[in-house]
């Protein structure tokens, strides 16, 4: 019997605008990488977005390399959802 598992996969950004022009692809990974990348994240409380064409797209850039002009405005619709996240989150915090 053959498994036809989907193998996950994962990518992290960073973006620093004293460091560099554009966000950068500081991790990315399949299988038990991608479950450290995510487990990282989510120990940290970064919010986690899926997008599998994105991620596909950002999956053929350099780990430390700023990504391609093309999909700054993907990656910055990326940024904005975690800025929402961020923003329902400390609300939360701040009505308990």
Not at 54 to 81: D, G, M, Q, T
Request: hydrophobic share 40%; net charge negative; proline share 4%.
């Amino acid at each position: 019997m053959s498994e036809n598992k989907i193998k996950k996969e994962a990518l992290a950004l960073r973006y620093d605008s004293e460091e560099s022009g554009a966000p950068r692809v500081t991790a990315k990974g399949q299988g038990y990488i991608a479950e450290r990348i995510l487990e990282n994240a989510q120990e940290a409380g970064v919010p986690v977005q899926e997008d599998p064409t994105l991620l596909s797209l950002l999956s053929e850039i350099n780990i430390n390399e700023e990504i391609p002009e093309e999909l700054y405005l993907a990656v910055a619709e990326v940024f904005a959802f975690i800025y929402r996240s961020d923003k329902e989150m400390k609300n939360r915090k701040d009505s308990m």
